[in-house]
């Protein structure tokens, strides 16, 4: 079965830091998606960031980034420039495409709070 | 708007009585999909839908069915809500379920 794992429960970053969120999954599929979601104190899931796993090159929006490690398994979020609205738990996510089945898998969730 | 509808969103009921949360959206999505949050075990999915009349169990069915007659909507129904259904639920839809999913503003359910 796959497993997401978020070893960070908590964190915390400087204004205008960098910060980097780990993310580690366990699968035996070759053809699966990643993603990073992030949850406001508003509780909205909004989508940070998508990682196709057949992609080489890691994905990046704005400020957040991706490191992509398919053999490690390993899939780290980078936040530059740290703002306060960046403040939210966010969460890692799995998803795997195989044989007609489209089963979504997140971790616990890491909680961010950017400090000024 | 785009946007995907979840209500109530607040319910507070007992155990046993048979409830429903509804989830509709209005951008004409194929994949919709149910999630519970709880303190520690982050998202966890309950069931998905990939069209009309085609459900699959996510990681969490027990005590749960959904059923999905239009496409629009996609229904959360507990037959015996039990206080292990306590819960923030929540609602997604996304046109296909490799992309972005669309989260509803989440339901918060209490059972006694």
Same mark, same amino acid.
């Given at each position: 079965a796959q497993t997401v794992t978020q070893s960070q429960p908590e964190m915390s970053v400087q204004e205008a830091e960098t910060v980097t969120l780990s993310c580690t999954y366990d699968t035996s599929e070759n053809n699966y998606y990643l993603f990073w979601y992030k949850q406001p104190p508003s509780r909205q899931m909004i989508l940070v960031i998508r990682q196709e796993a057949y992609k080489q090159q890691n994905a990046t929006e704005n400020r957040f980034s991706v490191n992509f490690q398919k053999a490690a398994k390993s899939f780290s979020l980078k936040i530059s420039d740290s703002q306060l609205g960046d403040t939210a738990m966010y969460f890692c996510a799995f998803m795997k495409h195989s044989s007609g089945t489209y089963k979504y898998i997140f971790g616990t969730g890491t909680r961010l709070k950017v400090l000024a | 708007e785009a946007q995907v509808t979840q209500n109530p969103r607040y319910l507070i009921t007992v155990t046993g009585k048979k409830l429903t949360v509804t989830c509709s959206q209005n951008m004409n999505h194929e994949y919709m999909s149910w999630y519970r949050q709880d %303190?520690?075990?982050? &998202?966890?999915?309950i069931y998905y839908s990939m069209n009309v009349?085609?459900?699959?169990?996510?990681d969490v069915p027990e005590g749960y069915k959904v059923s999905r007659k239009e496409k629009r909507?996609? %229904? &959360?129904i &507990?037959?015996?809500p039990s206080p292990n259904q306590t819960s923030l639920y929540f609602c997604a839809s996304s046109l296909w379920p490799v992309i972005e999913q669309f989260f509803g503003p989440g339901t918060r359910l209490t059972v006694l």
């Open positions: - | %303190p520690g075990l982050g &998202l966890r999915q009349e085609v459900t699959d169990k996510g909507n996609f %229904p &959360l &507990l037959e015996s």
